[in-house]
């Protein structure tokens, strides 16, 4: 039977995670700007060169051999497809819908990671907290309104992304545990320039010199974009993924504030009560958790 993380630790990966998704949201406004100019598949070359680049010096400087045989395991492997997926499509649903609709669709991601915990890695998950998910799920439905103008063919490009990143961070859960940081994050951002050439080679479209602001975008994600994937790798391998992965859910008021700010998106009734639906199912989760920890009384004698 695994052994349930205490609750410092849960903690810690819940602060790792909320750090994590300030930081995605940040990139994703930066990566949906830059795509106003440059096409799709050079935004994920350059930014996935500038990450890959980032994370070789970081695992230089602290020592880490950049190729070994932990490298090509079978959690890696599948890490690099999902990631190519994932970072594929939602980055593909960034340049085509608003940003707060492809956050929002992103929250689903959390269910999918729980499942595949428990699944996988045999975390219990009482029914309780899977009440609490399923209204925060119910939050997404109401902001995104299927079978509306809202929710359009071009919103699956978020869905499947969500479910690249769920498997990625399933992936990084089950990954050699000899790996640090730096390593997954370097052959997370090789699998994104993979990524890059892929759908440059089927788009064949002409890349450009980007403009003075454009650069500036680019410039500015890269090392946004690897302290989030810094922090999110640190909080899938800190404390039970099922106490962690529901922090994901504050990165949707992260994107729907820069949505408002940056892109003029308009915060509706919908979003209101989708939000407050999905902070409600947060904050149980982590009272939840709370009370589920056993407590043990120091120097208390055992029984017979």
Known sequence: MPVAADHRENLRGGIYMIGAMAAFAAEDALLKAASDTLPTGQILILFGLGGALLFAVLALFNRQALVSAAVVSRPMLARVVFEIAGRLFYMLALTLIPLSTATVILQATPL????????????????????????????????????????????????????????????????????????????????????????????????????????????????????????LMRAMRTGDVSAVTPFRYIRLIFGIALGIILFGERLTASIAVGSACIMLSGLFIIWRGKRAQPVVQPNTPRKA
């Open 112 to 231: 999918v990671v729980v499942a595949g915990a428990a699944l996988v890695f045999g975390e219990r998950v009482g029914w309780l907290r899977w009440g609490a998910i399923m209204l925060g799920m119910t939050g997404v439905l109401v902001i995104v309104q299927p079978g509306t103008e809202a929710f359009s063919v071009l919103s699956l490009l978020a869905v499947f992304g969500m479910l690249g990143f769920a498997g990625r961070d399933l992936a990084s859960r089950a990954a050699p545990r000899s790996l640090g940081t730096s390593i997954l994050g370097l052959y997370g951002f090789l699998a994104i320039i993979v990524a890059g050439v892929l759908f440059s080679l089927w788009q064949r479209t002409p890349f450009i010199v980007p403009e003075r602001d454009t650069a500036l975008y680019l410039a500015v994600a890269v090392p946004v974009g690897v302290g989030a994937y810094a922090l």
